[in-house]
C-alpha cells in the first residue's frame, strides 16, 4: 500500500515531489511547442487543488494514451518538480516522470478524506441526549424516526462531511456543525424566554439533513448530481415532507419547520428560499452563521499558520487579513 505523504498546503517551490494525490478535474490535452501536454487539478485531504502539467513529446497516441487512462476521482501517483506559475504553485512533470493510477487495496482512502475532529460516539450520545430533553411528543417522534429508528440515516448522518470545502469538510463534520448550531440555539433559548425551545432545537438538528443527498465521499467530498441540480435545502424539504406525512404530523408544524430549514441561509442571494420570517427561523440562521463561519476562519488560521513566519494571511473570502499569531 502506498500512503500519502504530505499535503498539497506544505509543498514548496524548486521541490522534487513523489506522491499521491486524488484527480479532481481532467482539463484537457493540447499541443505545443515539443509536443503534446494535458492538465490536470489534483487534490487531498485539506480540499485544496494544485495544477499538474505533464509535457509529452511529439508522440501524440502515447501521451492521449496516458491522458485517457485517467480518470477523475482516481488516485495517482506522480512524480514531478513543484514550481511558481503566475503566481500558483504547480506541479510539472515531463516524459521521464512517472503518472500511475492506483488501483483500490494500493492506497488507504483514509489518506484522502481527512478524519473526525471529534469522536463519533460521543456526538451520538449528545444528539440522543439533545432528542431525549425534547417535550413535545411530535416533534420528538420527528427527531427519532430520522436520527434513532433508520439506522442506516443515522450511521450515514454521523460520519458524513458537512460541506465539500470552507467549513467541516472532514468525516463527522456534519453531525458536527449540526450540534454546534444546535448549542448556539439553545443558548439563545436561555437569553429569550419566548422562543418555543422544541422547535428551536428541532429545526437546529434537521436543517442540514439534506446534505446527505447533496454531497458524496469517494476519494474526495464532491456534489452529487442532484446535490448538484437541487442543493440541500431542496433535498432536505422533500425528506422532511415526506417522512411528516408518513408519520401524520400537523400542518402548522409542518410549515414552521420548512420555514426554518428554507430559510436558514438568511438571505436570497445566499440561497434561501425565504428570508427568516419568525424568531426561531431567525435564531436557527444565525446559529448556523455562527458555526459555519468561526469553522472557517479557524480552520484557515491552522492551515496557513505552517505557511509563514508573518502575522497575517490573507483571506480571499473573507477579502481581509487574518491574524494568526
Given at each position: ?54 509535457w509529452g513529446g511529439q508522440d501524440e497516441e502515447k501521451v492521449r494514451g496516458i491522458y485517457e487512462s485517467i480518470k477523475a476521482d482516481d ?26 493510477v492506483l488501483k483500490e487495496g494500493e492506497y488507504d482512502v483514509n489518506d484522502f478524506i481527512e478524519k473526525e475532529h471529534r469522536d463519533i ?156 420570517m419568525f424568531p426561531e427561523a431567525l435564531a436557527v440562521y444565525l446559529a448556523d452563521l455562527m458555526s459555519s463561519q468561526i469553522t472557517e ?29
Amino acid at each position: 500500500m502506498i500512503r500519502k505523504k504530505r499535503m498539497i498546503r506544505e509543498l514548496k517551490d524548486g521541490e522534487l515531489i513523489s506522491d499521491i494525490f486524488v484527480v479532481k478535474i481532467k482539463r484537457g490535452m493540447f499541443p505545443y511547442k515539443n509536443g503534446h501536454y494535458f492538465h490536470l487539478i489534483l487534490t487531498d485531504a485539506s480540499g485544496e487543488t494544485m495544477n499538474y502539467k505533464y509535457w509529452g513529446g511529439q508522440d501524440e497516441e502515447k501521451v492521449r494514451g496516458i491522458y485517457e487512462s485517467i480518470k477523475a476521482d482516481d488516485v495517482v501517483l506522480v512524480t514531478g518538480k513543484v514550481q511558481s506559475y503566475r503566481g500558483n504553485l504547480e506541479i510539472s512533470a515531463d516524459e521521464s516522470s512517472e503518472i500511475r493510477v492506483l488501483k483500490e487495496g494500493e492506497y488507504d482512502v483514509n489518506d484522502f478524506i481527512e478524519k473526525e475532529h471529534r469522536d463519533i460516539g460521543e456526538m451520538l450520545a449528545e444528539l440522543d441526549r439533545k432528542i431525549e430533553s425534547i417535550k413535545s411528543n411530535e416533534l420528538k417522534t420527528l427527531l427519532k424516526a430520522f436520527f434513532v429508528d433508520d439506522l442506516q440515516f443515522r450511521k450515514k448522518f454521523s460520519e458524513h462531511p458537512g460541506a465539500i470545502m470552507i467549513h467541516h469538510n472532514w468525516r463527522g463534520g456534519l453531525l458536527q456543525h449540526t450540534l454546534e448550531v444546535a448549542d448556539y440555539c439553545e443558548l439563545a433559548s436561555k437569553h429569550y424566554r419566548d422562543l418555543d425551545r422544541d422547535l428551536l432545537i428541532a429545526g437546529a438538528l434537521l436543517h442540514d439533513i439534506g446534505k446527505v443527498k447533496e454531497i458524496v465521499t469517494t476519494t474526495r467530498i464532491k456534489g452529487s448530481r442532484s446535490g448538484q441540480l437541487h442543493g440541500h435545502i431542496t433535498q432536505g424539504v422533500i425528506m422532511l415532507s415526506e417522512k411528516m406525512k408518513e408519520l401524520g404530523l400537523s400542518e402548522d408544524l409542518k410549515d414552521k419547520l420548512i420555514h426554518i430549514m428554507i430559510s436558514h441561509h438568511g438571505e436570497l442571494e445566499y440561497g434561501s428560499i425565504k428570508a427568516p420570517m419568525f424568531p426561531e427561523a431567525l435564531a436557527v440562521y444565525l446559529a448556523d452563521l455562527m458555526s459555519s463561519q468561526i469553522t472557517e476562519i479557524v480552520e484557515f488560521r491552522r492551515r496557513s499558520i505552517s505557511k509563514t513566519e508573518d502575522d497575517f494571511m490573507y483571506s480571499k473570502r473573507r477579502s481581509r487579513n487574518i491574524l494568526l499569531k
